[in-house]
């Protein structure tokens, strides 16, 4: 294995979160059991006080596992110099058959962490504590993601040997290679744009009718999230061929690098945030029936769709704009 | 009638060998704009009464209502909300923290709520000069004498503009003149509308003609009821 | 969200003052954080350095360096194979290169002696690196001998001193003209030790070496790429050592703090008690006192991280040299290249703050929850 204290660091992290959540866990199941608003007893006053503690060690797993899947992924681009055939993180992480699944699982575990964390601030708000028994259903739910998470990257990690000759972005996202990278690299730019601004336009739609008419919250959450994925292989597709200004360099990790401007940044960080935002303003919605929440949601509800919103026109400017401001041009070729 | 308690009990350590009954059925009304003492033994459960009426701790079954509001099935978020806004405590120890200033010390119970800092501290600084004390506001609690830190006290209790008033034995340390000076300050408080609750084993406090009723507590339960 | 922001100003003040107040026990607690991460800082900041310094220096190396095997061990090649290997797409430039080890019995010293292409020396005079210098006490214009396997003298005279920026490969290197070279060494014309090929496009080094091994397969290609991975790995294995033996350190921090977290004097309950008395909530607390453990948190690890970064580029990391950099006769003295990156203070970052937040959330929520009703008795 490659001692490394980048490695040993996410190893570490991982753990200690995983370890955070079953004691989280340990507690939910306690709460599951034995909970009663209206009893007055030692023992609700006991669980009470202990919802304190399941919030805050969850609120901090959650920000944790964001900057631990910052750390993987600046660690799979700092690792590319140690292993053949790899110039960038998309390298780093074919080395064996368990780096993808690492990256998606950390993607997945800060999204639904976001999910929980807006329950979880919503029930605060109501005096009658009503989606306890919800919150913690979910989070049992949870634990075993983020524990199978510690696992995929521990193999990961332990089974990375140096003298593995590994393929890099350029291989991995031609459009004539096999696999899933390699289909969304192929996808047609006319498709990817369609995909792209299509996803886009529902996005927009269904966030400002919840904006506008408090209706279909659910859905807004949704199309976040198709939009998400639609970004993501636009970006693979086309986009990122536009800021490296070279027709076959797919690769969405070397926008990263300080060679592109950071470029990466201002497409991810708008995206990300506004997915996790959209996400949470939609995930509060059906609550809004109950009593001792419903002025709350008419509160954040609004505020975080169009927060979510703002940010999701921003990230679609950003990406139109890089793609116009390019000095690559694709005409007679794409258009 | 502003504060109903039906019903109440309390107990610690329930199910153990050492259970203990704090309260038992305990039913009282608290009038508002007037001036009512708790008179009782120590042990006799008046300051655990204090603390639930207070909002700073739950029945164990029972109801209390502020109002037409229920208290007493709240978690302690809300609990804690209603308690700012409603309820100013004043201590027998005055516990005020050491090592802040007069000043500092009349603003903390409003830190949580996260006012603009001009307005507190105008707010703070028209209860110091009420109060007399504009001429140590600067200076650390610790060198306070025993009627500035008393009225220090009042401050802290007065800064969110609460209903209600409980002092717990506020003349525990006091010598009486400060005492019967406590007593006008509780009562020009009751003039400016407050209501005053306030537990006392102190014959100066509850033979004091400013106070209106007095309810006796013996083992938990009020007597004559 | 003004709100929120107005709140956590107050209560980050009042952390202050509570910080201030009980000097004695915060700053202990300091001075250990602090100390855990400059230990960690100053191995990441010294091997970081390290590391970029060896790329740096490998840059101008070239991409491929044949040697020719025989019987497994290296052997001299001849020059026509420079002709055999002919033109290969993407080779720019190849040439022949001569260079040895020297020993030098009355020093102990190893010496790497070499003929470069890119000066012009005469016969006598002779080009030294600054650490040979330092050691021999000499100067331009002093003489400087090598002894030949053949048992004869040379002594040459110091043309110039090679120069500071690449002390850590060329401390020990000598550079003498080609004919001197074949002189001492006996090696005739039409032999050079080995011959490096330069390659513009970095893809198709590996292809390059593939034919090369089919047309000479007696030659064993070396590439810089090559070279430049086993330096990163060695350093990072050297540093992930040198982590794993601070993790008894870090596990005895981490104890410390939940220690420290979970003693509260009477007088912290008494204050938190009072606090919760006159309308703190636990939730208000809570992050008053997380506010405690960021604030020690970001004093230590500033104040770690300077005090390593100065511990390792103005005083030459005097307490790791000897673990980090192997060892030898000639000791390199050079200014470590400061080189700081996010992947750096991240890691730092999940050794040390992390640690200390996880081993504070329990005592800090127990403080959090007790119950105010006690302090009015």
């Known amino acids: 294995m490659l001692l490394n204290p980048a490695i040993l660091a996410l190893i570490l992290v991982s753990a200690v979160i995983s370890f955070m959540l079953l004691l989280a866990a340990g507690f939910a199941i306690q709460l599951l059991k034995s909970w009663d608003i209206n009893s007055g007893s030692e023992l609700q006053l006991r669980l009470e006080r202990r919802t304190y503690l399941i919030s805050t060690l969850l609120t901090w797993a959650f920000a944790f596992e964001l900057i631990s899947l910052i750390l993987f992924v600046y660690n799979a681009e700092s690792m590319s110099g140690q292993f053949v055939g790899a110039m960038c993180a998309t390298g780093v992480l074919n080395v064996n058959s368990w780096g993808w699944p690492t990256l998606f699982l950390k993607m997945l575990v800060f999204f639904i962490g976001t999910i929980w964390l807006a329950i979880n601030y919503l029930d605060n708000k109501g005096y009658d504590y009503p989606l306890v028994k919800i919150k913690y259903l979910l989070l049992l739910l949870i634990v075993p993601l983020v524990v199978t998470e510690f696992f995929v990257q521990a193999r990961y990690f332990l089974e990375m040997t140096p003298d593995v000759i590994t393929s890099c972005c350029g291989s991995l996202f031609a459009s004539d290679a096999q696999g899933v990278a390699a289909e969304v690299s192929s996808l047609s730019p006319k498709a990817a744009i369609g995909v792209l601004y299509g996803s886009g336009l529902i996005v927009m739609l269904t966030g400002s009718w919840y904006l506008l008419r408090k209706k279909g919250g659910l859905l807004f959450a949704c199309s976040s999230t198709v939009a998400f994925v639609a970004a993501l292989m636009s970006i693979i597709s086309y986009i990122s061929l536009y800021i490296y200004e070279h027709p076959h360099h797919h690769c969405p990790f070397c926008i990263l690098k300080s060679g592109h401007d950071y470029a990466g940044y201002a497409l991810y960080i708008p995206l990300f945030m506004a997915t996790s935002i959209a996400l949470a303003a939609g995930v509060i919605s059906p609550w809004r029936k109950i009593p001792s929440l419903n002025a709350a949601v008419e509160v954040y509800a609004p505020r975080l769709a169009f927060t979510a919103l703002s940010l999701f026109v921003i990230f679609y400017a950003i990406a139109t704009w890089m793609v116009l401001r390019s000095n690559l041009t694709m005409e007679t070729v794409w258009w | ?225 | 969200m003004m709100d929120f922001i107005r709140k956590q100003t107050y209560l980050i003040d009042f952390t202050l003052s509570s910080l201030m107040r009980r000097k004695g026990k915060n700053l202990g607690l300091l001075l250990v954080y602090t100390l855990i991460v400059f230990m960690l800082a100053s191995v990441m900041l010294f091997t970081h350095s390290l590391k970029k310094e060896a790329h740096i220096i490998l840059q101008q190396s070239p991409e491929i360096i044949v040697q020719r095997l025989v019987a497994g061990r290296h052997a001299l090649i001849p020059a026509d194979y420079l002709e055999k290997i002919g033109r290969l797409r993407g080779v720019v430039s190849k040439k022949g290169r001569l260079w040895g080890y020297f020993y030098n019995p009355m020093v102990k010293a190893n010496y790497t002696v070499m003929a470069p292409d890119h000066m012009e020396l005469a016969t006598t005079e002779v080009v030294i690196g600054t650490g040979i210098a330092r050691t021999q006490g000499l100067g331009i214009g002093d003489y400087f001998s090598l002894r030949s396997d053949s048992g004869n003298t040379y002594s040459f005279q110091i043309k110039a001193l090679l120069d500071w920026d690449s002390e850590l490969v060329a401390t020990d290197l000598v550079l003498i003209s080609e004919k001197a070279y074949r002189v001492i060494t006996g090696i005739p014309e039409g032999q050079f030790t080995d011959i490096v090929l330069s390659v513009r496009n970095p893809r198709e080094v590996r292809k390059i070496a593939e034919k090369l091994s089919k047309k000479l397969p007696d030659v064993r290609p070396i590439l810089r790429e090559e070279i430049l991975r086993t330096y990163d790995s060695i350093f990072s294995w050297r540093q992930g050592i040198v982590f794993v033996l601070l993790v008894g350190a870090l596990l005895a921090f981490v104890i410390f703090a939940w220690d420290k977290a979970s003693g509260l004097s009477a007088e912290e309950k008494r204050e938190i008690g009072i606090l919760k008395a006159v309308g703190w909530e636990s939730g208000d607390i809570l992050r008053m006192k997380f506010w405690e453990g960021m604030i020690i948190s970001l004093s230590a690890f500033i104040l770690g991280y300077l005090f390593a970064y100065l511990h390792v580029f103005y005083s030459a990391a005097v307490l790791f040299e000897p673990v980090l950099k192997g060892w030898a006769v000639l000791y390199p003295e050079f200014k470590l290249v400061p080189f700081v990156d996010g992947l750096q203070l991240a890691t730092l970052f999940f050794f040390t703050v992390f640690p200390y937040v996880v081993a504070i959330i329990i005592p800090i929520w127990k403080a959090s929850v007790t119950d105010p009703d006690a302090i009015m008795r």
């Not at chain 2, 830190?149 to 506020?170: F, G, K, M, T, Y």
């Not at chain 2, 209106?212 to 013996?218: F, H, L, S, Y």
């Open chain 2, 1 to 225: 009638m502003l504060l109903t308690l039906t019903d109440i009990n309390k107990v610690f350590n329930q199910g153990r060998h050492n259970e203990f009954w704090a309260i038992r059925d305990l039913s009282l009304q608290i009038e508002a704009g007037k001036i009512t003492c708790l008179k009782g033994a120590s042990g006799s459960g008046k300051t655990t009464l204090l603390s639930m009426i207070g909002c700073l701790s739950r029945p164990t079954s029972g109801r209390i209502m502020l109002e037409d509001k229920i208290l007493s099935g709240l978690p302690e978020r809300f609990l804690t909300d209603i308690r700012r806004h409603t309820f100013g405590f004043i201590f027998q120890k005055f516990n005020l923290i050491q090592g802040l200033s007069v000043l500092e010390n009349v603003m903390l119970p409003a830190y949580p709520l996260g006012l603009k800092h001009s307005t507190l501290k105008a707010s703070a600084r028209q209860l110091i000069s009420h109060f007399a004390l504009e001429r140590v506001m600067n200076n650390p609690v610790e060198w306070l004498s025993g009627g500035e830190s008393q009225r220090v006290a009042i401050c802290r209790a007065l800064i969110n503009d609460p209903q209600i008033l409980i002092a717990d034995e506020p003349t525990a340390n006091l010598d009486t003149r400060l005492s019967k000076e406590l007593m006008g300050l509780i009562d020009e408080l009751r003039q400016s509308g407050k209501t005053i609750l306030i537990t006392s084993h102190d014959p100066v406090v509850f033979d004091s003609p400013v106070v209106d009723r007095i309810i006796e507590m013996r083992d938990g339960q009020i007597l004559g009821s």
